[in-house]
């Protein structure tokens, strides 16, 4: 049974900083694409950050030098470490794992940035 745990959520002030980190277990961690999305209300979800061919990373243009992904595959674990959090961050964070045909979400965990 696949299952992606997200944790590290939680309600900061503009400026400060959150990571979020996944839990993978079920698959073989070291080969899948992993990355994050986002879900704000009445918004559409959107790919926030991810690991594509490998080591190769992708980022939503909002939050370029701001976030970074990284991943321990020793730990099955992937990490969101999102710094300069701005109000327009908040929304539900979800991990994703792909390999194709594959394609599996964890069950979010909530950002909230509000001063």
């Known amino acids: 049974q696949v299952q992606l745990v997200e944790s590290g959520g939680g309600l900061v002030q503009p400026g400060e900083s959150l990571r979020l980190s996944c839990a993978a277990s079920?698959?073989?961690?070291?080969?899948?694409?992993m990355g994050w999305y986002r879900q704000a209300p009445g918004k559409q979800r959107e790919l926030v950050a991810a690991?594509?061919?490998?080591?190769?990373?992708n980022y939503l243009d909002s939050v370029k030098g701001r976030f970074t992904i990284s991943r321990d595959n020793a730990k099955n674990t992937v990490y969101l470490q999102m710094n300069n959090l701005k109000p327009e961050d908040t929304a539900v964070y979800y991990c994703?794992?792909?390999?194709?045909?594959?394609?599996?979400w964890g069950q979010g965990t909530q950002v909230t940035v509000s001063s």
């Open positions: 994703n794992a792909k390999l194709y045909p594959f394609d599996y």
């Open positions: 079920g698959i073989f961690f070291s080969v899948y694409d």
């Open positions: 690991f594509t061919s490998g080591d190769s990373t």
